[in-house]
T-cell receptor, first 115, second 117 residues
């Protein structure tokens, strides 16, 4: 079974600075997808960014970017110019290219943004 | 466009009681999922469905049943609630995926907080 590990239960960053959240995963598949979801105190699950494993180019979405290292099975999220609204729980998730497209989530990283 | 709607948002049950959580989506999505979220853990898949009339077990299916009689609805049932089922439950849906199209993200409801005493 695939596993996703987020080794940082908590992280903090100063407003306007940059922070990187780590994620590693274990799979024997060559084709899959990776996601970062944000969960603010409102409990909503909000998609932040996605990456296809067959693409070498790292995904970016405005202030959010990833460092995807397929051989190392690593998928970190970088948040630049951190804002107070970025404070949330962040989940890394893995999806196989199989029937059902099920997600496997990591344990989450609680990000605090200090003013 | 409501997206994914979960009913109810909060519920308190006594051990042994039964209840059904309803998930409704208006995006014509083929796939639907039920997850539970416990403190210190990520979301874990309970059951899922790849189409009307189909269901399948996820990572933690014991103690739960599901039904997908209509494409837009996915019901999660607890026949005899146990304190270990105290959790926040999330429903999600996504488009059908095929080869090369597997990056369809899942859209989540706002969750149901369920407490079992």
């Amino acid at each position: 079974a695939q596993t996703v590990t987020q080794s940082q239960p908590e992280m903090s960053v100063q407003e306007a600075e940059t922070v990187t959240l780590s994620c590693t995963y274990d799979t024997s598949e060559s084709d899959y997808y990776l996601f970062w979801y944000k969960q603010p105190p409102s409990r909503q699950m909000i998609l932040v960014i996605r990456q296809e494993a067959y693409k070498q180019q790292n995904a970016t979405e405005n202030r959010f970017s990833v460092n995807f290292q397929k051989a190392a099975k690593s998928f970190s999220l970088k948040i630049s110019d951190s804002q107070l609204g970025d404070a949330a729980m962040y989940f890394c998730a893995y999806m196989e290219e199989t029937s059902g497209s099920r997600l496997t989530f990591g344990e989450g990283t609680q990000l605090t943004v200090n003013p | 466009n409501a997206g994914v709607t979960q009913t109810p948002k909060f519920r308190v049950l006594k051990t042994g009681q039964s209840m059904t959580l309803l998930c409704a989506q208006d995006m014509n999505h083929e796939y639907m999922y039920w997850y539970r979220q416990d403190p210190g853990m990520g979301l874990r898949l309970i059951h899922y469905s790849v189409g009307e009339g189909t269901t399948a077990k996820g990572e933690v299916p014991d103690g739960y049943n599901v039904s997908r009689l209509k494409k837009q609805n996915f019901l999660l049932g607890l026949e005899s609630a146990a304190p270990s089922q105290t959790s926040v439950y999330f429903c999600a849906s996504s488009l059908e995926t095929g080869w090369g199209g597997g990056n369809q993200p899942q859209h989540f409801g706002d969750g149901t907080r369920l407490s079992i005493l």
